[in-house]
C-alpha cells in the first residue's frame, strides 16, 4: 500500500460525495482524484517527471493543493513542501538541498519565479492555473511507487535553530501516523475537518488533509483566518466536527460571544504547547474537549495525544497513539522511571527514515531505534507525558535546572497576560537568569510588580523571571512556534 493507492482505494467507495468545500465551491472526490490523474500525466509526460524525482509545492492554502500533492505521488514524484511564508533567498535553500527542478506553484507566489531561477538555472516552474484538463490517464499508467519504504515527502523542519532539515518521510510512515490518529480521534466518513492552518506544515498534512481524505471524510478549506469570525461563519455552516488548530486559535475561541454554538465533536490542539488556562477557559465556554498531543515533523508528525474516552489531563501530551511507543531517557540512554525528568524519546513506524543527504544528523538524533526528540519531559504514575522545555531552551540558574513552560504557565495564570514566553539570560553571578516577555490582551496594562508578587507566591524564587518585557505581540513562525531565538537577541541587545 502506498499514499496513491490509499486514495484510490477511498475515491472508489464514495466517487460522489463531496470531499472539499473551498468557500461556496465544492469538489466530490472524483473531480479531485481526476485532477490528480491529469496534474500526474502533465508532470511524467510533458515534464519528465521520473520516479524519485523531488518536485517542489509551493502553495497557499487552495483546492489545488490536494491534486498536486497527489499528482507528485502518482507520477512517482516525492513532495517537498515549502513553507508559502518563506522568502526567495530561504526557498532557494530547499531547492538546493533536496534538488528540486520543478516547482509547482501559483501566480502569485510564481512572480518570484525570477529571483529562484537565477539561483538554480535549471529550474523548472508549473502553475496551478496552468493544470491540465482533468481527463487523466488510468491509474495503472502512471508510475505510482509500490512500497511502503518508498520515499513520499521531504518536510522541511521549521528552523528554528539553524538552517531547516529535510526529514524523509515514506508512504508507510505517512500511513502509519494516519491509521493512529484514526484510531485514536475515532474518525469516521461522516466527519468534517475545519481546516485552518497551513497544509504545508506536517501537522495539517497529515491531521487536516491525509486523514479526513483517506478515511472518507470532508475538508472545509477556509479561505482565510483574517476577520476570525469568517472561519467561525464556516465552521458552523459547514457543521465541521473536527478542528485542528493552534493555542491562538483556541484563545481567541475561549472568548466568543455566548451564544454562538460550535458544532464540533472535538477540538485538536499541535504545533505548540497549550497554555492550561487556555483550555479550561475553552472548554468551560464550549463544552467540547480540546484534545491536546504531540508531535514532530520526524514522526509524520503525531506521537502522542490525551484519549478521546476516559483521563484527559490538563498540560499533559498524553498517551502513546497506538503502534507508537514513547520513553523517557537519560544522556547516556538508561530508561527512567515515573517522574523522573529526561529526554523525550519515540519509536514506531511513524518514524522518519532520516534526514535527507545528513547521515551524521540522522546519527545524532537517533539512538538506536528511538527517536531523540530534543524536548524534555517526564512520565506520570498513569503513563502520561509532559513536556517540560526543550533541550535546548532548559535554564541552569546556579547549577539548578529550570523549565521555561512551568514559569510560562504561571504567567499566563496573571490577570490580562494574552501569551508569555521565558528565555535564559547570562548572568555571571548565576550562570543564567530568567527573562519573560510577555504580551497583553487588547486594552490590558502590565503591573510588573504585581506580576512578580504573584509569580513569588507559585514559584521558587530562583525561577522567578528577574525583569519582563511587555510586547505588542510574541514574534512566531508560520506554525505558532515562539521564535525563542528572536528574543534571545532581544535580551541581549542585538
Partial sequence: MNLAAAFVESVGKRPEKVALFWGENQFTYATLLAQTRGVAEQLATALGVKPGDRVGLWLKNRPEFVPAYFGILFAGGVVVPINNFLKPDEVNFMLADAGVDL???????????AALSAARPALKMLKVEAFAPTAGTPHSALRTPHSETDLAVIIYTSGTTGRPKGAMLSHGNLLHNVNSCRIVLETVDVDTFA???????SYMMTVGMLLPLLVGGTMVLVKSLHPPHNAIKEICERQATVLPAIPQFYRAMANLPAQIKLPLRIAICGSAPLPVQVLKDFEAKHNIPIIE??????????????????????????????????SVQSDDGRMLGADEVGEICIRGGNVMMGYWKKPEETAAAMRGDWLLTGDIGYRDADGYYY??????????????NVYPREV??????????????VIGVPDARKGEQPAAFVAMTEGATLDEKALLQFLRQKLADYKVPRRVTVLAALPRNATGKILKTQLRQAAAGG
Fill in 103 to 113: 516547482l509547482i506553484t501559483d501566480e502569485e507566489l510564481g512572480g518570484h519565479f
Fill in 293 to 326: 498531543g504531540y508531535g514532530l515533523s520526524e514522526c509524520s508528525p503525531v506521537a502522542s495525544k490525551n484519549p478521546l474516552r476516559g483521563v484527559r489531563k490538563p498540560g499533559s501530551i498524553g498517551l502513546p497513539l497506538p503502534h507508537v511507543e514513547l
Fill in 195 to 201: 481546516v485552518l492552518l497551513p497544509l504545508f506544515h
Fill in 408 to 421: 510560562e504557565e504561571v504567567i499566563h495564570q496573571f490577570p490580562g497576560v494574552k501569551e508569555a514566553a
Fill in 387 to 400: 513536556i517540560t522545555d526543550r533541550k535546548k531552551d532548559m535554564l541552569l540558574v546556579n547549577g539548578i
